[in-house]
Antibody
Framework: QVQLQESGPGLVKPSETLSLTCTVSGGSISSYYWSWIRQPPGKGLEWIGYIYYSGSTNYNPSLKSRVTISVDTSKNQFSLKLSSVTAADTAVYYCARVLSGSGSPGVPYNWFDPWGQGTLVTVSS | SSELTQDPAVSVALGQTVRITCQGDSLRSYYASWYQQKPGQAPVLVIY???NRPSGIPDRFSGSSSGNTASLTITGAQAEDEADYYCNSRDSSGIYVFGTGTKVTVL
């Protein structure tokens, strides 16, 4: 089955750029949407954005000015870059696959599955 | 932007039934998905669509929706169901949002 694994530095300095990669194994990255989600310590989940395997993206409006998500289909990976980080960006970062369906009577729905195990990124000097 | 509101915490006696609700305007147009998260672990999908359970999720978990409210029901709660639960949905612009989360305590 498809498995996701996040990787990247666990410590980033304030004002620098956070960079993470999600490696997809057990299946192809093609034909799916892929997402980044984060969770500050002790707080709830926050959707960051998604990318389609073809490269189209959509971002959380609250982070849009600082976020870039890209995909490398040859490596079966997608990546997150978050610029000008502050302590408020300290969080566990998850990657996940986005799936979609349509129920009756034609009501659409989406879901995230599977998820990576998550990686803690701390912003500190 | 759309928001999804959940009760912060609920408790349920072992073996009893608990319902967790999620309210938001986007739920009038899109079904919610639900995630269980235990301490130190990644979220796990428990319900998606109208009332679909992924393989491996016990049938004591069920979902429903009416108007702007989605609900996750645990019928016959077990000790292992103690966790945080989050709903999620999207809007017509493809912007996703998670609910505020509900901590479920099994007494």
């Amino acid at each position: 089955q498809v498995q996701l694994q996040e990787s990247g530095p666990g410590l980033v300095k304030p004002s620098e750029t956070l960079s993470l990669t999600c490696t997809v194994s057990g299946g192809s990255i093609s034909s799916y949407y892929w997402s980044w989600i984060r969770q500050p310590p002790g707080k709830g989940l926050e959707w960051i954005g998604y990318i389609y395997y073809s490269g189209s993206t959509n971002y959380n409006p609250s982070l849009k000015s600082r976020v870039t998500i890209s995909v490398d289909t040859s490596k079966n990976q997608f990546s997150l870059k978050l610029s000008s980080v502050t302590a408020a960006d300290t969080a566990v970062y998850y990657c996940a696959r986005v799936l979609s369906g349509s129920g009756s009577p034609g009501v659409p729905y989406n879901w995230f599955d599977p998820w990576g195990q998550g990686t803690l990124v701390t912003v500190s000097s | 932007s759309s928001e999804l509101t959940q009760d912060p915490a609920v408790s349920v006696a072992l073996g009893q039934t608990v319902r967790i609700t999620c309210q938001g305007d986007s739920l009038r147009s899109y079904y919610a998905s639900w995630y269980q998260q235990k301490p130190g672990q990644a979220p796990v999908l428990v319900i998606y669509g109208k009332n679909n359970r992924p393989s491996g999720i016990p049938d004591r978990f069920s979902g429903s929706s009416s108007g702007n409210t989605a609900s996750l029901t645990i019928t016959g709660a077990q000790a292992e169901d103690e966790a945080d639960y989050y709903c999620n949905s999207r809007d017509s612009s493809g912007i996703y949002v998670f609910g505020t989360g509900t901590k479920v305590t099994v007494l």
